[in-house]
């Protein structure tokens, strides 16, 4: 394992161990414990600049599950590390302002802070990921805690709608990604984001390559809030300042550019993607800025101002591609400058957008609000924030001598470039393409000048404050005035960051363009002469200047176009009308009764499976190369047709029960007469806790006479029940009796002993072969018992005025003295038993599995006999928490392997020798046979315990 991959999972760690030290909530801020984990990522990833800016690439990958290509890829270049400097950086600045913004008294910093975490180590984990599964993955991690941290108010509904919504849209759009993602991987055959840059003749031609590219654009589109999907950013805007400040300036809506950088070597070779990416980022741009126009709270502004400054470096990066189709001096020039300016005004987006969320911080901290109808004349009375505000205010609408104007002059460049090149036919038409940068500019600068002079020039108005403004404390103020002064240093010196960090992002992102040992030419000034875009610049104030003054009396800038159809409305009444539209077709089915669901499922199961025997011809049974049918076989099956035929015609639900485990009985006789030992230990001691699962779950129903049911209702069990089992008959037969592929079990039995050790090969496939369907199954099985005891701890009938029942009679305590003591010896042979299989079930017949039942089975009748207050004396153990023991160690057995760079859930076993013992055999999976044991024993015991305690 790498430093990058620690440095990946070092937020998620930290986050875990959060948890231990809550009791320290009282005696100071939980983010001074959180402030060291960002400002050491931030320092780590600064050192690793001159590696970078070298040219050179860290590439590490661990194996994960390389027969599906999915590895744990880690990529340090140069736009990895600029994007890691951002999550790092903000992150520090962010923590420490959230110590002086949040109340420790009154907030639950211990879950804001775990949020914040997840989110921060789920962001470096998309733009340091080279496999695109691995970056799926994260890429939904922050999806899930940026909607826990814009919930964090969870008690205002607000925030509960913002949190919703963003969840809604950008999971959609990450499905879509995924979707995309494996489109390419259909394409080139991996999913490595550096395989496929050397394998660009295979995507570029192919059909499915342009579906690829709009779905990946989907994805990126949703997530950098661009139009028409930016309508969850604003909504968003109800977490806490801290929050906007780090997702929504410099960090989660940064994702989906980010995507598009890195995937622009792949695609951008494509007009398809110029022409999309760059007239869905000048669409965003210019509606973002007419918007913000419009807003009364700080907040809003800001949040439309994002959508607006996001639309306008996805269009750069939309623009950088038009050199990879169009060559000539001029196609050069537009990929240098777009390109240069979408990193640059990435940077410095966030740094001054993150300092204007922290003013509007301050300003709502001091004054009780943020509402700029009620704020005006602050200047005088918080003339340290209104500096910063007055330097964020002056960089976002791109004037001297700030980092945002150096940006901006490059964006005009790019723009005026592509109005010059013949892309696509432009010709005159391209002058547009400059003139919508141009208005969007001019709204930028008008909402810039309405944010700073709106809040703290004119008559102050304290009597609509809620509290008597005064200027922030010192603890709130730094990491603003940090991010301020870096536009003023940046601004003054752009060319700090030239060759360190927009030099090698340039070069990751269109690497192609570069010979061996080539750089790009980044040099950045504020002076180049009276050129077009000075002018531009120039127009952009006066224009912008008249747009501000006539603000207030031209209702168009401060009103509404549209009152109640707009694209909130059709996100709104969309949902409301599939609701409805759903709501009525489930409630169509579901009808309440378990009977109609199983109808449904063996119906279709029937129907689909027939049809397919039908096509496919397969009715035909070759009955001569089935096996003959022995004497012993034909009782069996006799004894078993009896019995389950009995149970439809008997009269109480004991008997019916009795003959139902009867018949799982006579099922471990067909596994003995196979020489099946392992599955007949375990169908026998399944059918015993089942059958005792039963008789809890039958006692707790209301008493019903069988023989009172409908005759169609039998008939309906019966044609349901015979043609299931008929159908499942003949698939049988059919399987049986064709063999179209060699079978595995060769395989298995082959290579048990000299691959895993172990000489019982259905213990071997279980833990070692099929070690990560074992894990799935005990936690789906954690999951369903923990569920179950959820469910019967709800308490629903705790309105209901009829007195609760008594736990189960025989399961309360047992007067039966034989029986006492005949259990009392026998629990210990079977736990003793039971032990024994768990320990020769890599050799002999047994395993982890078979244990646990059997340790459960003789639990069982411990608690039968004892009764359920005692054996909680007896064995004072919590059940759910060893199920949660037993995962964590087969998860961790699972995760040592990372240890050795060998993939998940690897085993390995030696022989040694040991003191008595002599030559013994000491294998791994053995650690993650006893989670299993652990496990299932949690899981069994919760499940039977709950239910028979009916509290």
């Known amino acids: 394992m790498s430093l990058l991959h620690v440095a990946i999972l070092l937020p998620f760690l930290a986050a875990a161990l959060l948890t231990l030290f809550h009791k320290l909530r009282q005696s100071f801020h939980t983010g001074w414990l959180v402030l060291p984990v960002p400002l050491v990522l931030f320092v780590y990833f600064l050192l690793q600049i001159p590696e970078v800016q070298s040219g050179h690439t860290t590439h590490v990958t661990i194996p994960w599950m390389p027969s599906l290509g999915v590895e744990f890829s880690v990529l340090l270049d140069g736009l990895s590390l600029l994007f890691a400097l951002l999550i790092s950086g903000m992150g520090t600045l962010v923590v420490l302002y959230s110590i002086f913004y949040l109340d420790k008294t009154r907030e639950a910093l211990k879950s804001f802070?775990?949020?914040?975490?997840?989110?921060?180590?789920?962001?470096?984990?998309?733009?340091l990921s080279d496999n695109l599964m691995v970056l799926y993955s994260f890429w939904e991690i922050t999806t899930i805690s940026s909607f826990l941290l814009i919930a964090f108010w969870y008690n205002r509904e607000t925030s509960r709608y913002g949190a919703f919504k963003s969840l809604l849209i950008t999971v959609f759009g990450g499905l879509a990604m995924l979707a995309g993602f494996i489109l390419l991987y259909l394409m080139t055959g991996t999913f490595s984001i550096r395989e496929m840059m050397g394998s660009l003749e295979l995507v570029t031609n192919h059909a499915l390559f342009i579906p690829a590219m709009l779905l990946v654009l989907l994805g990126a589109f949703t997530k950098s809030a661009q139009f028409p999907f930016h309508i969850?950013?604003?909504?968003?805007?109800?977490?806490?300042?801290?929050?906007?400040?780090?997702?929504?300036?410099?960090?989660?809506?940064?994702?989906?550019?980010?995507?598009?950088?890195?995937?622009?070597?792949?695609f951008a070779g494509s007009k398809t993607w110029f022409w999309v990416v760059t007239a869905v980022g000048l669409c965003t741009l210019l509606y973002g800025s007419f918007r913000a126009m419009k807003q009364r709270d700080l907040k809003a502004l800001l949040a439309f101002s994002t959508i607006s400054q996001l639309g306008l470096i996805m269009s750069l990066l939309g623009a950088g591609s038009a050199a990879a189709f169009y060559s000539g001096t001029q196609g050069g020039l537009v990929y240098t400058t777009a390109t240069l300016a979408a990193i640059f005004h990435l940077i410095n987006h966030a740094i001054f957008k993150?300092?204007?969320?922290?003013?509007?911080?301050?300003?709502?901290?001091?004054?009780?609000t943020r509402d700029l109808r009620k704020l005006g004349g602050l200047m005088s009375l918080m003339p340290i924030t209104f500096s910063i505000a007055l330097i964020g205010s002056l960089s976002m609408a791109g004037l001297p001598p700030f980092n945002g104007f150096l940006s901006k002059e490059m964006f005009y460049t790019a723009l005026l470039s592509i109005a010059k090149m013949d892309v696509m036919n432009l010709q005159t038409i391209g002058i547009l393409i400059p003139l919508v940068a141009w208005i969007a500019s001019v709204f930028t600068f008008g909402y810039s000048m309405i944010f700073v002079f709106r809040t703290f020039t004119g008559p102050a108005q304290i009597d609509k404050l809620g509290k008597t403004p005064h200027e922030a404390p010192i603890g709130l103020l730094l990491a603003p005035v940090i991010l301020a002064s870096l536009a003023v240093v940046f601004g003054l010196f752009p060319n700090l960051l030239s060759y360190s960090i927009l030099e090698p992002a340039m070069a990751s992102i269109h690497p192609g363009l570069l010979t061996a040992g080539e750089r790009f030419e980044v040099s950045i000034s504020m002076w180049h002469g009276w050129t077009p875009e000075l002018f531009m610049?120039?127009?952009?104030?006066?224009?912008?200047?008249m747009v501000y003054l006539a603000h207030q009396r031209f209702k168009p800038l401060h009103q509404p176009l549209l009152d109640k159809i707009s694209l909130n409305w059709a996100f709104d009444n969309g949902l409301q009308f599939f609701h409805k539209g759903s709501n009525s077709l489930t409630q169509s089915y579901m009808t309440g009764s378990v009977r109609h669901y199983l109808i449904y499922i063996f119906s279709f199961f029937i129907l689909s499976l027939s049809w397919m025997l039908f096509r496919t011809d397969s009715f035909a049974i070759p009955f001569e190369s089935l096996a003959s049918v022995s004497a012993y076989e034909l009782i069996v099956n006799l004894a078993l047709i009896i019995v389950v035929v009995s149970i439809p015609f008997v009269r109480s639900r004991m008997m019916a029960i009795i003959l139902t485990s009867a018949s799982g009985y006579i099922v471990t006789l067909f596994f003995v007469i196979f020489r099946a030992p392992d599955l007949a230990l375990t169908q026998m001691i399944i059918e015993t806790v089942s059958g005792v699962l039963f008789l809890l779950c039958f006692y707790h129903l209301p008493k019903r006479k069988l023989e009172s049911a409908k005759r169609s209702f039998k008939w309906m069990n019966l044609l349901i029940a015979v043609g299931v089992g008929t159908l499942m008959t003949l698939i049988s037969l059919k399987v049986s009796g064709s063999k179209m592929f060699e079978s595995i079990s060769d395989y298995y039995l082959k290579?048990?002993?000299?691959?895993?050790?172990?000489?019982?090969v259905v213990n071997v496939i279980l833990v070692d072969f099929r070690g990560f369907d074992t894990m799935l199954e005990i936690v789906v099985l954690g999951i369903a018992s923990l569920g179950i005891y959820a469910l019967i701890r709800l308490n629903l009938e705790k309105n209901d005025e009829t007195p609760s029942r008594s736990p189960v009679p025989w399961l309360a305590y047992s007067n039966n003295v034989i029986l006492r003591t005949i259990s009392s010896v026998a629990v210990l042979i079977i736990i003793t038993f039971s032990f024994y299989l768990f320990f020769a079930g890599h050799h002999q017949p047994g395993g982890g599995f078979i244990g646990a039942l059997m340790t459960s089975a003789a639990l069982i009748l411990l608690t039968m006999v004892s009764g359920l207050d005692t054996i909680q004396q007896v064995i004072p153990l919590n059940f759910r928490k060893l199920t949660a023991a037993g995962l964590l160690v087969a998860a961790l057995t699972g995760v040592g392997s990372f240890l050795f760079k060998l993939p998940f859930l690897s085993h390995s076993f030696g022989y040694f020798y040991l003191p008595i013992l002599g030559k013994t055999e000491l294998a791994?999976?053995?650690?993650?046979?006893?989670?299993?044991?652990?496990t299932v024993i949690g899981i069994t015991m919760t499940i039977i315990l709950e239910i028979g305690r009916d509290k």
């Open 924 to 934: 791994t999976a053995v650690l993650f046979d006893l989670g299993v044991f652990m």
């Open 113 to 127: 802070y775990a949020y914040l975490l997840l989110f921060m180590g789920a962001m470096l984990g998309v733009v």
């Open 751 to 760: 290579f048990s002993y000299e691959l895993a050790g172990g000489k019982n």
């Open 232 to 266: 969850w950013l604003p909504d968003a805007m109800e977490a806490p300042t801290p929050v906007s400040a780090y997702l929504h300036s410099a960090t989660m809506v940064k994702a989906g550019l980010y995507l598009v950088a890195r995937m622009s070597p792949v």
């Open 537 to 545: 610049t120039l127009g952009v104030i006066l224009a912008g200047t």
């Open 354 to 368: 993150g300092s204007l969320f922290m003013v509007v911080g301050i300003v709502d901290h001091e004054t009780g």
